[in-house]
């Protein structure tokens, strides 16, 4: 172990490794229960195989990354993505489950190729820091909506001959058990995170799921097995050439893959950056040694999430829970992927969890994410209004597609009129590009195929 994960030089040892990964593990297996509410829906995937599958992908990768890299970093699905997966690919654009899946493999090989090409720091470099954060605080406030419509807390209104029409969505006063239990849940979670109790998301999960069987909103399934479900296994496989044969377009396809592909651009280098930084095993200019290795790691984990119909893996900023408590090294994340190869015998129970229980997870993660909008300039008008953009649009369009291009087509439009379009880097006028065509795509294909 000392010669592998250097131990002593990081000022660290076996017993306080272990410890960290236990806490890191504890801090984010909640996505066992709350990644098969986000997707199996949607994509008709039974929640069983959806959780049997993160824990595999999970423990795989997450046991990867700490024997390659030495770096006290887990992975799993992530969340924001796995809701673009279920609500934007699926729902939005009409893909079928596997196609929408085949795009989560597609980003991650070509995130993979540009890491060894030694671009995709590059591409991170192109966008500023504000719009980075922006990109975060939107994903969070996304998860957050999903969270309280999955809970029954919000709904969808119809304008129906109202005059004038009133807002798209309402609140619902709590008037069903269903509803009073995702409440109880959210002050639960809210309360164990507030006292720093460790494992505070998946404590809630457990004690939410057992109020909603007492109380009749979940029960346990005629059929449930304790063998674990792989049918989800090579999903992402199955169908690639669906994915340019949507209605929307091979446009729309196309930018579908860019936009996630973005969007783990951004999620992984923030992560793996700051949690870094608290471990101390940054260089004084802030950059992590051997960053590349991690890089490929989280690449080649969004394209094994894909294949394995589970959606993206990425590294997990839950991470530094595990750095809180001292880990310094791999062995904290082989640990951590131990732990999640161990829990596949315990994923049937994700069908037991009903999304009352995960509901009160999704807003405090968004919770979570929202909280780096304090870092965000948003009296400078060149990127507070771009970020503005991006936070409010994705959750009231429910796509991060439409929140990222237009707070991207804005910060270009802004240089530009300010007389800096000299300072604008390639790659976004690319992106900015890229965008619009996307915003005009329907009058585009109105253009080349009027209708008849």
């Given amino acids: 172990m ?13 017993g306080t490794e272990v410890r960290a990964g236990v806490t890191t593990f504890l801090v984010m297996v909640y996505i066992l229960a709350v990644n098969p509410g986000i997707i199996a829906g949607p994509l008709g995937l039974e929640p069983a195989a959806v959780a049997a599958g993160t824990a595999l992908v999970a423990g795989l990768m997450t046991l990867l990354m700490g024997l390659v890299t030495n770096y006290p970093f ?5 969340l924001g993505i796995n809701a673009v997966v279920a609500f934007g690919l699926v729902l939005g654009l009409g893909m079928t489950p596997a196609a929408a899946m085949g795009v989560i493999v597609i980003e991650g090989l070509i995130i993979s190729l540009l890491v060894l090409v030694g671009l995709r720091e590059a591409i991170m470099n192109a966008v500023p820091l504000g719009l980075k954060r922006a990109i975060g605080v939107g994903i969070g ?41 995702f409440l109880i849940g959210l002050a639960v979670t809210a309360a164990l995170w507030a006292l720093k109790i460790k494992g505070a998301l998946i404590i809630s999960i457990v004690i939410t799921t057992a109020i909603a069987l007492v109380t009749g909103v979940a029960s346990i399934p005629s059929n449930f097995s304790v063998t674990p479900n792989f049918s989800t296994l090579g999903l992402g496989v199955q169908d690639f050439g669906g994915i340019f044969t949507i209605q929307a377009g091979v446009l729309a396809a196309v930018l579908a893959i860019f936009t996630i592909m973005l969007s783990d651009f951004f999620d992984t280098m923030g992560t793996v950056t700051g949690v870094a930084a608290e471990a101390g095993l940054t260089k004084e200019d802030g950059t992590v040694p051997g960053v590349g290795r991690v890089l490929l790691v989280d690449s080649l984990a969004a394209a094994a999430g894909g294949v394995a119909g589970v959606s993206s893996n990425t590294t997990y900023i839950e991470s530094a829970a595990g750095v809180g408590d001292g880990g310094r090294t791999g062995l904290t994340s082989v640990v951590v992927g131990v732990l999640f190869l161990l829990a ?25 994410m929202f909280t780096q909008i ?5 009296r400078d008008v060149f990127i507070g209004l771009p970020a503005l953009l991006i ?19 804005a910060w270009v439009f802004l240089q530009v009129v ?3 379009w000299n300072q604008v880097h390639w790659l ?25």
């Fill in 2 to 14: 000392e010669s592998w994960f250097h131990l002593s030089e990081r000022g660290t040892n076996v």
């Fill in 428 to 452: 976004m006028w690319l992106v900015a590009l890229a965008f619009l065509l996307f915003f005009a795509q329907n009058w585009v294909n109105d253009m080349i195929a009027p209708p008849a």
């Fill in 74 to 78: 887990a992975l799993a699905a992530g």
């Fill in 141 to 181: 406030l996304f998860i957050l909506f999903i969270g309280l419509w999955d809970a029954g807390m919000i709904t969808g209104v119809s304008p129906g001959d109202i005059v004038p029409p009133p807002p798209p969505v309402s609140f619902v006063f709590p008037n069903t058990t269903g509803q009073w239990v």
């Fill in 344 to 368: 596949i015998f315990l994923s049937p129970l994700a069908a037991i969890v009903p999304t009352q229980a995960t509901a009160p997870a999704l807003v405090l993660v968004g919770f979570l």
């Fill in 418 to 420: 300010a007389g800096r």
């Fill in 391 to 409: 936070i409010i649009l994705m959750p009231l369009t429910f796509t991060i597609t439409i929140g990222i291009g237009a707070g991207m087509v």
């Fill in 374 to 378: 304090g870092e965000i300039d948003a």
